[in-house]
C-alpha cells in the first residue's frame, strides 16, 4: 500500500512540476524556445549583456538560455532563479503601467536589488528613462500585474 502511495505522489509531482513548466512556456518572453533572445542572463550581471552560444546552453523549468561559456552556465545553475529575469523578460515598464507583455530591447536593462529587469528600447522611446522616473510605483504595480499572469 505504501509502495502505491509514494508511486501516486511522485506521478502528483511529476504532473504539477509539467504544470508550472508549461505555464511559464506560455508567458515568458521566449523566441524559438530561447529566452533573451540567446543572450547569457549571467552576463547582465557583469554589466555588459553578451549574446549566448548555442552549444552552451541549459533548459531551467521549461525555459531554455543559451551562455557564452560554462562558467556563466555553472553560475546560472548555482542558483537561477537570481539569473532569470523579472516578468518573464518582458518590459519591465509596460508591466508596471499597464500590465502588458511588450517586446524589449535585450541591451537595454537594469539591475535591482540583485534581480534583472529589461525594457523596451525602440523608435526613439526607451522605457527605462520613464521606469528610472518612478521605479518604485512601476515596480510595486508590476509585481502585482505580473503575479496574476502567470497565476
Given amino acids: ?17 509539467a504544470q508550472m513548466d508549461g505555464l511559464r512556456t506560455k508567458h515568458f518572453n521566449i523566441k524559438k524556445d530561447i529566452a533573451l533572445q540567446g543572450y547569457d ?34 553560475k546560472f545553475k548555482s542558483n537561477p532563479d537570481k539569473y532569470e529575469p523579472a516578468y518573464g523578460g518582458w518590459c519591465a515598464y509596460a508591466m508596471g503601467e499597464t500590465g502588458e507583455k511588450v517586446k524589449v530591447d535585450p541591451e537595454t536593462f537594469k539591475i535591482i536589488e540583485g534581480k534583472l529587469y529589461l525594457f523596451y528600447n525602440f ?9 528610472n522616473k518612478n521605479q518604485t510605483k512601476l515596480k510595486e504595480a508590476g509585481d502585482r500585474n505580473w503575479k496574476r499572469i502567470v497565476q
Fill in 1 to 17: 500500500m505504501r509502495h502505491g502511495i509514494v508511486i501516486m505522489l511522485v506521478f502528483v509531482s511529476y504532473a504539477v512540476a
Fill in 123 to 131: 523608435w526613439g522611446n526607451n522605457t527605462l528613462e520613464e521606469w
Fill in 41 to 74: 542572463p549571467v552576463s547582465y550581471f557583469d554589466g555588459k549583456p553578451a549574446e549566448g552560444q548555442e552549444s552552451v546552453k541549459y533548459m531551467y523549468k521549461g525555459i531554455t538560455y543559451f551562455f557564452t561559456g560554462h562558467v556563466n552556465l555553472n
